[in-house]
C-alpha cells in the first residue's frame, strides 16, 4: 500500500476481516492499551482543530491502534495528508475517486475505497467533526471520501464536534447531533473554553485523550455495559485543627484504575475517592467522580450512590480513627505543653452498610503486612463481603504508592485466585472480569 508521501504502510498490518471478540484478547495494562490492534478510520474535516487531530493520531498508534486518515478537502486547508501520514505510518485517503484500497484487499472483488476501508475498519472515529459534517452524516450525504466511508460504515461510531459557538448552539446542529446520538453515535463533547475565533463558550473539541478513551470504550465487547459500580479510592483525612489531620499513604492509583477499567468495560462509574496523588486527567461521560474528605463523608456518600449498584468495590483506604475532638484554628505550640491527642473509632463503612447491601456484590480490599489470606478471610467474613482482594502491605511487595500490584482474590464462596503481580489497571479489568465470570 502506498499514500501520498510515498511511505510504506507499516501501521497497517492487521487486514482481518472479522471483528474478533475482546474476550480473546488479553487484558489490557493500561487505559489506552485496550486500543492495542484496533483497526480505525480517523477522519479528519475542516476546522481549526484539525491540527489536533495529528495528535490524537499519533495517541492512537502510540497505544497501538491501526490508524487510516481519510481527510476532507476542506481539512486539508488546515493540515496536509502527510502529516498524517508521517505521524502515523498509515494510509492517507482524500478522494472518492482514487483508488486506495490497500493491496491486502486486492484480492477481494471490493477495491473501492469507501467500500474496502468501510469494511476493514472497526470503528470511525470523525474529528474535528463540523457542524457541515455533522449535517451530512445527519442526512445520509455521501458526495466525497469522507461522508461516503462513513455511510458505507455501520461499526461503532464517534463524532467530537468543533466549531463557534453559535454554530454549536443553533438548532439545526443541535437536532443533528441528537439524531446522530439516537442513532447509536457517540459524541464526544468539549468542555467550554476559549475557541480560536476568540469566543469563549461551547464548541470546543474533546481533548484527545478523551477522545482516544472514548473510541476504546466503543471498541470494547462491553462485559460490564448496562451496569452501575461504585468505586471508592484514596486516603481519607482526619481533621485535628483547621490545618492538621491524620491520613495515610495511600495513593488513590488503584481506585481510579479499578475506576476506568470498570468505565472502559462500559459500565456506569461513580468513583467516590478522597485525596488522592492519583487525580482523573479529565472528566468523562459515565464516570462520575465525587471528592470525599473524612471517613463519615466517605460512608456517606457511598451509601448515597449505592441504590441501584450491581457492585460495590471498596478500595478506599479510610482512617480507622479520627482525633477525638475538632480543635478550631491552628493549634500554637506557644506558651502551652505539648498537647496530646485523644482519638476516636472511625465507622467501619462496609459492616455499617449491611443492612442496604440488597443484591450488590460488596467487594473489599485488604492490605496486611503478615498473615495476608487468614486476616483477609477474617474481613471477608466479618464485612458480609462477596469478595475481598487480599494484598501485601510494607516491604519490597507493598502496593501503596507503587504501580503494580499482586492480588488474592477470595470469595465467600471459598474459590481463590491469584492477580498479577502486574499494572494496576491490568489487575482491575482482571478483578471485573473474575467478579463478573463468578457471578453468571
Ligand atoms: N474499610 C471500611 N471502613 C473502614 C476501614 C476500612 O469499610 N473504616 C474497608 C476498606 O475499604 C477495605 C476493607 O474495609 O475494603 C478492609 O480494610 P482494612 O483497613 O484492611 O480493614 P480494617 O477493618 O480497618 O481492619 P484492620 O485495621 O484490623 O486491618
Redesign the pocket.
Not at 346 to 351: G, Q, Y
Not at 364 to 368: L, Q, R, V
Given at each position: 500500500m502506498s499514500d501520498k508521501s510515498g511511505k510504506s504502510d507499516k501501521n497497517d498490518r492487521s487486514d482481518q476481516g472479522d471483528r474478533s471478540d475482546e474476550y480473546a484478547r488479553s487484558a489490557p495494562d493500561s487505559p489506552l492499551a485496550a486500543l492495542k490492534d484496533r483497526r480505525i478510520i480517523l477522519t479528519v474535516t475542516g476546522g481549526i482543530a484539525a491540527y489536533k487531530a495529528a495528535e490524537l493520531s499519533r495517541l492512537l498508534v502510540k497505544s497501538g491502534a491501526l490508524v487510516r486518515v481519510v481527510m476532507t478537502e476542506a481539512s486539508q486547508k488546515f493540515v496536509t495528508p502527510l502529516t498524517f501520514s508521517s505521524l502515523t505510518g498509515g494510509p492517507v485517503a482524500t478522494d472518492l475517486w482514487e483508488n486506495h484500497s490497500s493491496s491486502e484487499n486486492s484480492s477481494q472483488l471490493n477495491n473501492i475505497t469507501h467500500v474496502a476501508w468501510s469494511q476493514w475498519a472497526e470503528a470511525i472515529a470523525t474529528a474535528p467533526a463540523t457542524a457541515d459534517f455533522l449535517a451530512k452524516l445527519a442526512h445520509g450525504l455521501a458526495d466525497d471520501l469522507a461522508s461516503a466511508t462513513a455511510l458505507a460504515f455501520n461499526g461503532p461510531r464517534l463524532v467530537a464536534p468543533a466549531m463557534n459557538t453559535q454554530m454549536y448552539l443553533n438548532q439545526a446542529t443541535v437536532d443533528n447531533l441528537e439524531l446522530l446520538r439516537r442513532r447509536g453515535y457517540r459524541i464526544a463533547s468539549g468542555s467550554e473554553g476559549l475557541l480560536a475565533c476568540g469566543t469563549v463558550g461551547k464548541g470546543r473539541m474533546a481533548s484527545v485523550w478523551v477522545i482516544a478513551m472514548e473510541l476504546a470504550r466503543l471498541l470494547s465487547s462491553g462485559p460490564l455495559k448496562g451496569k452501575k459500580v461504585v468505586v471508592?479510592g484514596g486516603a481519607t483525612r482526619e481533621p485535628w485543627d483547621d490545618i492538621r489531620f491524620l491520613s495515610n499513604r495511600s495513593s488513590g492509583l488503584m481506585g481510579l484504575a479499578l475506576a476506568q477499567a470498570a468505565w472502559l468495560m462500559g459500565a456506569d462509574v461513580t468513583y467516590i475517592s478522597g485525596p488522592a496523588a492519583a487525580e482523573p486527567p479529565e472528566t468523562l461521560e459515565g464516570l462520575r467522580v465525587m471528592k470525599i474528605g473524612t471517613?463519615q463523608d466517605l460512608y456517606e456518600t457511598v451509601e448515597d450512590n449505592l441504590e441501584g449498584a450491581w457492585a460495590l468495590v471498596?478500595?478506599?483506604?479510610?482512617a480507622?480513627f479520627r482525633p477525638k475532638d475538632l480543635v478550631r484554628g491552628k493549634i500554637s505550640k506557644s506558651g502551652q505543653q505539648v498537647p496530646s491527642l485523644v482519638l476516636a473509632r472511625?465507622?467501619?463503612?462496609?459492616?455499617s452498610l449491611k443492612p442496604k447491601k440488597g443484591n450488590t456484590i460488596f467487594v473489599?480490599?485488604?492490605?496486611?503486612e503478615d498473615s495476608l489470606i487468614e486476616?483477609a478471610k477474617e474481613?471477608l467474613k466479618r464485612?458480609n463481603l462477596d469478595y475481598i482482594a487480599a494484598n501485601q502491605a510494607g516491604g519490597s511487595g507493598s502496593a501503596f504508592g507503587s504501580e503494580s500490584i499482586s492480588l488474592n482474590l477470595l470469595s465467600a464462596k471459598g474459590s481463590m485466585q491469584t492477580i498479577g503481580p502486574t499494572s494496576k489497571f491490568q489487575a482491575s479489568w482482571l478483578l471485573w472480569e473474575r467478579v463478573l465470570a463468578s457471578e453468571q
Open positions: 471508592t471517613t471498596m478500595n478506599a483506604a479510610p480507622d472511625t465507622v467501619d463503612i462496609l459492616s473489599g480490599f485488604a492490605a496486611e486476616r474481613k464485612k
